[in-house]
């Protein structure tokens, strides 16, 4: 057993012996890709998603050094037809780059040490081979690969950390024309002399790639073409085996006895791909640990990097995080980000860049980016106060005594902090209907979402929109059911309450409800508010 060959099955023996949520069904898909074009795949999800859990779990399938039969017995991998023809039979390279990014001393030559640790070992385990002088690692497997027939599965964990720690291209002192090759050069040069080669198809059965960002672009084309790629962005049939799903949190909450409101609340959120319904693992398994639903996940990495791209000076991108943060959806062109964490361009590649770090969530089909649940809120709130975004911050407060106004039934302060929000935030609405006036209103109540489900409800043909917002679980609020008015009167907006039946988000609820009709007034450019309590 050894460190980068054939490290057993040791690893997944801990996971499986656990509390585990069986993802084996990732086996079977990958067995079909195996001695064919297909063979090489990256598979790319934000942080703690189960990626390190997957590549350990292939690794004890695959590795021909020990018997992992056992292991799989009950699980969804272990009935598939294919299950018996692949189950350790072959040698396996294991790869985790965050090993060698976490060793200072190794940086300046790290695509070296890589290289030399890897073929060491590989000499050690096939002493008869005969090997070149001065072999790099793809000359000693191609060796290894003539001399005995040996095929390899590859699987590298976390393969973008150099693209993470290393800056993309350094200028040439004394001449700005005149690029040198850099880490992140020398490193992509290595997986292509891998896995782009003459050599390659016939010394690697197959290759899988963990990650946080898809495989580094330039310009237009992957640095690796010939890999298939399943990212947060386009997971194609992988979407259910990293994460988990709407009944895989039902039944862990029915074993914990623990809240499914709660969990869908903070964790869930993630639309990837097929699957609309995705929730955090690490963060859910957390919280039916402790006991308690807070942040997990964000405290794991990445937040300073998170700062730093959301104040950002494009044009759009500090209105589409507010609307975001009021509950809204903002379009996001996701196609010219270069998967690469120093090279940002535009806000689209801020909005990408988010979504593959997981701070946002991405619906490919109407291509729009949006805040997947109330770990992440949380989060990007405590990186917009460590950001200069002082109109912003302002707005939070705000929101707060906007609350509390409205509880108290105080409508001229509600109408005054409603002015407040709009004339700060005009620039991203065209203020002339109530659709508009109810996009005022989600931003002006963000502060509300700590303690409310907010629903914007549209009717059809009438034109009104309206806001519900239900107190969540432990919470002793009423209710609020929010009529909105352009050019009428606030009256105007409780008598339609009164008139017609409540929306169906309220059928359940049995506290007190606050009636609330808002009115703008076109001539005047003023809101006012009526407050009832029924």
Known sequence: MGTYINKGNNAFRDIVSHEYVDKTSLIPLVNATLNSECRY?????????????????????YDKSCDSRELFVGLKAGKDKSFETYLNKYSVLYLDVT??????????????????????????????????????????????HEATGEKFFFIIDEWDAICREFPNRQKMKGDP????????????????????????????????????????RYNTESALNNFNEYSMIDPAYLASCYGFTEDEVREL????????????????????????????????MKALQRGVCRSYWTTTGAYDSVVTYIQMNYDGLKDDII??????????????????????????????VLIHLGYLAYDGDAQECFIPNKEVADELNNAIKATSWEPLIKTIQNSKGLLNATLSGNGQAVASAIDLTHDEHTSILSYNDENSLACVLTIAYIWAKNEYVIHREYATGKGYADLVMIPRRNVSKPALVVELKFNHSADTAIDQIKRKQYPAKLVEYTGDILLVGINYDKETKQHTCKIERI
């Open 323 to 352: 609307r975001m943060l009021s509950g809204e959806r903002v379009d996001v062109d996701t196609t010219e980000f270069l998967n690469d964490m120093h090279i940002i361009r535009s806000k689209n590649d801020v909005l990408t």
């Open 253 to 284: 909450a029915q074993q914990h006895n623990a809240s499914t409101e709660d969990l869908k609340q903070w964790y869930d959120g993630y639309h990837i791909g097929r699957e609309k319904s995705i929730y955090n693992p690490y963060s859910v």
């Open 99 to 144: 090993s060698f990014t976490a060793r200072p001393e190794l940086r300046v030559n790290i695509v070296r040490h890589i290289q030399d640790e890897i073929i060491y070992e590989l000499k050690e385990a096939f002493p008869d081979v005969k090997y070149k002088e001065n072999s790099d690692l793809m000359d000693t497997l191609a060796s290894i």
């Open 41 to 61: 795949s990256c598979v790319t999800r934000c942080r703690r998603f189960g990626k390190s859990m997957a590549a350990k779990m292939l690794c004890a399938y």
């Open 177 to 216: 024309e005149t690029v040198s090759p850099t880490i992140l050069d020398e490193y992509v040069m290595l997986l292509r002399r891998l896995f782009k080669t003459q050599d390659s198809d016939e010394v690697f059965a197959g290759a899988y790639l963990t990650g946080i960002l898809p495989i580094k």
